[in-house]
Structures are given as structure tokens and as C-alpha cells.
């Protein structure tokens, strides 16, 4: 089993940045595909962005892309999200997920495949 603690959120201007931190715990860190979604109360949650196991496949949604740059450091069992020219509607609750798999280069696009997330960490863009 896998503990997902993510970082970073906080209130920033349109047109800010945020770095985004999840940190894992256990020592298989590798072993895992990850993902970062968003959430808004009343809507399902989606995804933002996806990084397989060796980092070497990355997968981001249309209303992201260009703007947030999700990597990863298996040393450190920590997944990143940078954020950069943040819009209000950027605004929600972050989650970050884990997924166990077998695949080094498996992206995971569905929050139901994943096996584990986070407890959130907020983010709020003002106009």
C-alpha cells in the first residue's frame, strides 16, 4: 500500500504559477504510474495530467496543455506538477493518484484505474 500526501496548492493571481508536490511513501515508488486530477464541487472528477512509471510517457488534457508540466523523481517518491499561467478556471482541488502496474511506459487517463490518491490540496486562481 501506497500514502499519497500532495503539496503546493495555495491562492495565487491569474496568470500566476504553483508547483505542485506529491510525495509516496513505501520504496517501490517506481513500480507506480501516476496521475494529477482536478475536482470541482458538483462536477466529476478529471484529469490534468499523467506520467508513466519511468517518466518517459506524459499525457496532459487540452485545457492544460502548453501551461503545466508534470515530471517526476523516483529517488525522491515524489511526482510534480508546475503550473504556470494560471486561469480561474484552474481553480479546484488537486489529487494526486497512483496506479501499480507492470507497464514502464503505461499512462493511466481513467481516475478509476488508479489504486490510490491523496487527500487534495487546494488551488484558487483570482481574476
Known amino acids: 500500500q501506497v500514502q499519497l500526501v500532495e503539496s503546493g496548492g495555495g491562492l495565487v493571481q491569474a496568470g500566476g504559477s504553483l508547483r505542485l508536490s506529491c510525495v509516496a511513501s513505501g520504496r517501490t515508488f517506481g513500480s507506480y504510474a501516476m496521475g494529477w486530477f482536478r475536482q470541482v464541487p458538483g462536477r466529476e472528477r478529471e484529469l490534468v495530467s499523467a506520467i508513466s512509471r519511468s517518466g518517459s510517457s506524459r499525457s496532459y488534457s487540452d485545457s492544460v496543455k502548453g501551461r503545466f508540466t508534470i515530471s517526476r523523481d523516483n529517488a525522491k517518491n515524489t511526482v510534480y506538477l508546475q503550473m504556470s499561467s494560471l486561469k480561474p478556471e484552474d481553480t479546484a482541488i488537486y489529487y494526486c493518484?497512483?496506479?501499480?502496474?507492470?507497464?514502464?511506459?503505461?499512462?493511466?487517463?481513467?481516475?478509476?484505474?488508479?489504486?490510490?490518491w491523496g487527500q487534495g490540496t487546494q488551488v484558487t486562481v483570482s481574476s
Open positions: 493518484e497512483a496506479d501499480l502496474t507492470t507497464y514502464v511506459h503505461r499512462i493511466v487517463v481513467l481516475s478509476s484505474e488508479y489504486d490510490y
